[in-house]
Nanobody, 118 residues
Framework: VQLQASGGGLVQAGGSLRLSCAGS????????MGWYRQAPGKQRELVAG???????EYADSVKGRFTISRDIGKNTVYLQMNSLKPEDTAVYFC?????????????WGQGTLVTVSS
């Protein structure tokens, strides 16, 4: 299984971006897909996750602004980011796991940089 993330870029505060993460390979055994981010000098943190059944989870810092969705037929997960803030600036990584938790061992995609200017 391989994951390919895209959609990052430069946006002004208050703007929106949509990240995509497309997977190739055997996806039938994967359960949860989602996104982490890592800002300069900070640890990587969980942003949002979604199970095959559609159950979602979000970091408190993005609730109400970000929406995660998944197209199982296309093996793709999306992250719609609205009302972006400068503190959302980070490299965003997609991840997929076979278990019920995105914090378990899984497959990582390459990062895509999101920069939010004030």
């Amino acid at each position: 299984v391989q994951l390919q993330a895209s959609g990052g870029g430069l946006v002004q505060a208050g703007g929106s971006l949509r990240l995509s993460c497309a997977g190739s390979g055997n996806f039938f055994s994967l359960n949860v897909m989602g996104w982490y981010r890592q800002a300069p000098g900070k640890q990587r943190e969980l942003v949002a996750g979604i199970s095959r059944g559609g159950t979602t989870e979000y970091a408190d810092s993005v609730k109400g602004r970000f929406t995660i969705s998944r197209d199982i037929g296309k093996n793709t997960v999306y992250l719609q980011m609205n009302s972006l803030k400068p503190e959302d600036t980070a490299v965003y990584f997609c991840k997929a796991t076979h278990t019920d938790s995105l914090t378990d061992f899984g497959v990582w995609g390459q990062g895509t940089l999101v920069t939010v200017s004030s």
